[in-house]
């Protein structure tokens, strides 16, 4: 079975550009994560929905992250423009009716 | 603020020896505790959850052990082996305010041969 796919898998931009992360999550989930992985601050929640709504967005650093599910299949995680603290692992998650969770392979982001 | 501290950070055990992580959290109304191993450059991957309404929980060379009263969990690892090596990350579901999984900080368990 497919997991939940990623792309791209990694990423390098230079500061104030756009970056678009893409998420498809496991068929049949109907929560969808997206977490930021730093040394710094460990995994930390963004935002999630739940059937394609967003439920909790008080993770999102700032105006600078947008997130959007426009279907079941799909989600893309926008920052524009990006600057060089943006710089990590970016994960998507999904689940189906609760918390447990199935993570991604993640997108390695560099913004120089 | 609401958290979950978790300890080691590292942790290197003998091939063959057990291992143990340990997570304390500080919602009392928790009720839902998985624990994830993250090999390099892959994302986290969910190896075994618990409960509140249980005590402890198994799988094959894989424990889990919650104390509700004391507010901490546990990860028991038997007869390790090499492919064990990874940062394993303990987590709480958070309910007061909003819902949410909060991640302990991360052990990196090192099994040497």
């Known amino acids: 079975d497919a997991g939940v796919i990623q792309s791209p898998r990694h990423e390098v931009t230079e500061m104030g550009q756009e970056v678009t992360l893409r998420c498809k999550p496991i068929?049949?989930?109907?929560?969808l994560f997206w977490y930021r992985q730093t040394m710094m601050r460990g995994l930390e929640l963004l935002i999630y929905?739940?059937?394609?709504?967003?439920?909790?967005d008080s993770g999102m650093p700032e105006d600078r992250f947008s997130a959007k599910m426009p279907n079941a299949s799909f989600s893309t995680l926008k920052i524009q423009p990006s600057e060089p603290r943006d710089s990590a692992v970016y994960f998507c998650a999904s689940s189906l009716q609760g918390w447990t969770q199935y993570f991604g392979p993640g997108t390695r982001l560099l913004v120089l | 603020g609401e958290n979950v501290e978790q300890h080691p950070s590292t942790l290197s055990v003998q091939e063959g020896d057990s291992a143990v992580i340990k997570c304390t959290y500080s919602?009392?109304?928790?009720?839902?505790f998985p624990w994830y191993k993250q090999e390099l450059g892959k994302g986290p991957q969910l190896i075994i959850d618990i409960r509140s309404n249980v005590g402890e929980k198994k799988d094959q060379r894989i424990a889990v052990t919650l104390n509700k009263t004391a507010k901490h969990f546990s990860l028991h690892i038997t007869e390790t082996q090499p492919e064990d090596s990874a940062v394993y990350f303990c987590?709480?579901?958070?309910?007061?305010?909003?819902?949410?999984?909060?991640f302990g900080q991360g052990t990196r368990l090192t099994i040497n041969p």
């Open positions: 068929s049949g989930h109907d929560y």
């Open positions: 929905f739940n059937n394609n709504v967003p439920i909790d």
């Open positions: 919602d009392s109304a928790s009720n839902y």
């Open positions: 987590a709480a579901l958070l309910l007061g305010g909003a819902q949410k999984l909060v």
